[in-house]
């Protein structure tokens, strides 16, 4: 059960009426669905480890299915689990599942073998332990005295000793693909066989050695989302059930609360597409555009959990954009804004706008010397690999770093790849005093069919 936005994947196994949920988001209902649809009932809810992504649903799941939460060993979570021994074997109807700990990127991390009826080894569930064409990286860990290097140690240990000698036409199942900050370079596919993996995964080489392993696995690993280490930590202490979240922030504010909140300090998050919001937004908004990495943005970028937050969304999608922001431990939305845009407008408030032009506009304005400043929002690789000459990196992930680096008396052209995160850099800037503000539709995408001058990064290397 695959969910975009967060590249996770969960899973439902049935077997003779009894069902196995392994690794749940936090919304238990598509769960609770299917297994009613099958007359089936849910006996098990199987965590491969505390999820750093994401908060899991296990905990409101078992107390509305009564089924038994599973964790490998070292867990030790503050609610009610049924540890699970190395090697133990749980019975889901004609099939088994068998506990694999698989320490590395977490001490608990457990891979879940599934034994079909007949008594083959069908599938590894192997969560953030093996991913199809990477590994979990090893930084993830809820604090410990263990270094990455310790826990990169350890998963060698682990894929080695407890995946690697499994059959080839094993099937892999991992938590995340492409796009998950939870690995270096996940492939786009969601499953492969362990024997594929074996044959072109890096990490599985049988050549390769323990420091080997070590110095590639941790090289290169970029800092994670700043709301990583919380959504762990929740996901070990608990948190307030999804139905209290969900009734909560579905609380319709007419213009004169959104006002007072937002004097009291609660953030309005914009949640439109990006060119609707940048036409007329109410002041002081952010926006992350549902249509996105809606919750790895708000993970990276609302660096409080406990923030207050009001939501602007499209008439109709307000519960997706609480359901998403849960989903990422934000449980403090305490409403949305009724009517959206126009009963604001209605109400006779002020509206902002950010002055958007296309990319032939741009190649006009830079031909003509009228650009200040061209700022590229894309990560540094993006900007590395081709970049407009002029342009300046100025990533979005460490925007919240630099704020004091620009000038806010000059004007600014802000583009990314395709405008989504172009358009998140302009509403912080605004909200920062930043007034002189233009943004480039289509991004780097359109600017590249342009004849704008483009440069690329070019590695040196000795002859």
């Given at each position: 059960?695959?969910?975009g936005?967060?590249?996770?994947?969960?899973?439902?196994?049935e077997?003779?009426?009894?069902?196995a949920?392994?690794?749940?988001?936090?919304?238990?209902?598509p769960?609770?669905?299917?297994?009613?649809?099958?007359?089936?009932?849910?006996?098990?809810?199987?965590?491969?480890?505390?999820?750093a992504?994401f908060?899991?649903?296990?905990i409101?799941?078992?107390?509305?299915?009564?089924?038994?939460?599973?964790?490998?060993?070292?867990a030790?979570?503050?609610y009610?689990?049924?540890?699970?021994?190395?090697?133990?074997?749980f019975?889901?109807?004609?099939?088994?599942?068998?506990?694999?700990?698989?320490?590395?990127?977490?001490?608990?991390s457990?891979?879940?073998?599934?034994i079909?009826?007949?008594?083959?080894?069908?599938?590894?569930f192997?969560?953030?332990?093996?991913f199809?064409?990477?590994v979990g990286?090893?930084?993830?860990?809820?604090k410990t005295?263990?270094?990455?290097?310790?826990?990169a140690g350890?998963?060698?240990?682990?894929?080695?000793?407890?995946?690697m000698?499994?059959?080839?036409?094993?099937i892999?199942?991992?938590?995340?693909?492409a796009?998950?900050?939870?690995?270096?370079?996940l492939s786009?596919?969601?499953?492969?066989?362990?024997?594929?993996?074996?044959?072109?995964?890096?990490?599985?080489?049988?050549?390769?050695?323990?420091?080997?392993?070590?110095?590639?696995?941790t090289?290169?690993?970029?800092?994670?989302p700043?709301?990583?280490?919380?959504?762990?930590?929740?996901?070990?202490?608990?948190?307030?059930s999804?139905?209290?979240?969900?009734?909560?922030?579905?609380?319709?504010?007419?213009?004169?609360?959104?006002?007072?909140?937002?004097?009291?300090?609660?953030?309005?998050?914009?949640?439109?597409k990006?060119?609707?919001?940048n036409?007329?937004?109410?002041?002081?908004?952010?926006?992350?555009?549902?249509d996105?990495?809606?919750?790895?943005?708000?993970?990276?970028?609302?660096?409080?959990?406990?923030?207050?937050i009001?939501?602007?969304?499209?008439?109709?999608?307000?519960?997706?954009?609480?359901?998403?922001?849960?989903?990422?431990?934000?449980?403090n939305?305490?409403?949305?804004?009724?009517g959206g845009?126009?009963?604001?407008?209605?109400?006779?408030?002020?509206?902002?706008?950010i002055?958007?032009i296309t990319?032939?506009?741009?190649?006009?304005?830079?031909?003509?010397?009228?650009?200040?400043?061209?700022?590229?929002?894309?990560?540094?690789?993006?900007?590395?690999a081709?970049?407009a000459?002029?342009?300046?990196?100025?990533?979005?992930?460490f925007?919240?770093?630099?704020?004091?680096d620009?000038?806010?008396?000059?004007?600014y052209?802000?583009?990314?790849l395709?405008g989504?995160?172009s358009?998140?850099?302009?509403?912080?800037?605004?909200?920062e005093?930043?007034?002189?503000l233009?943004?480039?539709?289509?991004?780097?995408?359109?600017?590249?069919?342009?004849?704008i001058?483009?440069?690329?990064?070019?590695c040196q290397?000795?002859?």
């Open positions: 059960m695959y969910t936005c967060l590249s996770e994947a969960a899973y439902y196994i077997s003779e009426g009894e069902v949920i392994i690794d749940p988001l936090r919304e238990t209902e769960y609770i669905e299917k297994a009613r649809e099958n007359g089936a009932r849910i006996k098990y809810i199987f965590e491969t480890h505390f999820h992504d908060v899991s649903g296990h409101d799941l078992a107390r509305k299915t009564g089924a038994t939460i599973v964790y490998g060993p070292n030790n979570p503050e009610d689990i049924y540890s699970a021994k190395d090697q133990e074997v019975e889901l109807g004609k099939v088994k599942i068998k506990a694999l700990h698989t320490p590395g990127h977490t001490m608990e457990t891979t879940f073998l599934l079909d009826e007949n008594g083959k080894n069908h599938g590894i192997t969560g953030d332990t093996l199809i064409g990477d990286r090893p930084d993830l860990a809820i005295n263990l270094t990455k290097e310790d826990l350890f998963l060698f240990d682990s894929l080695r000793e407890k995946i000698p499994l059959e080839d036409d094993v892999v199942y991992p938590a995340h693909g796009g998950s900050a939870c690995g270096k370079n786009r596919e969601t499953t492969d066989t362990l024997g594929h993996q074996k044959e072109v995964n890096y990490a599985l080489r049988k050549d390769m050695t323990k420091e080997e392993f070590i110095k590639e696995v090289d290169g690993i970029m800092p994670p700043q709301y990583f280490p919380k959504n762990a930590l929740i996901n070990k202490l608990g948190y307030d999804i139905d209290d979240v969900m009734e909560k922030g579905l609380r319709a504010l007419g213009p004169d609360d959104i006002e007072e909140e937002m004097r009291n300090g609660a953030l309005l998050l914009d949640t439109r990006a060119q609707e919001f036409k007329g937004f109410i002041p002081g908004s952010l926006f992350i555009g549902l996105g990495s809606f919750a790895v943005w708000v993970g990276t970028l609302i660096k409080d959990l406990h923030q207050k009001i939501i602007l969304a499209e008439e109709g999608r307000e519960d997706e954009a609480v359901l998403r922001l849960a989903r990422v431990g934000y449980d939305s305490i409403g949305y804004v009724k845009i126009n009963t604001w407008k209605n109400a006779g408030k002020p509206v902002d706008t002055t958007s990319a032939d506009e741009l190649s006009s304005q830079l031909g003509n010397n009228q650009v200040e400043s061209l700022l590229d929002v894309r990560k540094p690789s993006e900007y590395d081709e970049h000459e002029s342009a300046t990196n100025f990533p979005l992930d925007i919240n770093d630099h704020l004091n620009l000038d806010k008396n000059k004007t052209h802000i583009h990314c395709g989504y995160r358009m998140i850099a302009a509403s912080i800037l605004r909200r005093g930043y007034k002189n233009v943004d480039i539709i289509g991004g780097f995408n359109a600017i590249a069919k342009t004849d001058p483009k440069t690329a990064f070019v290397t000795s002859a």
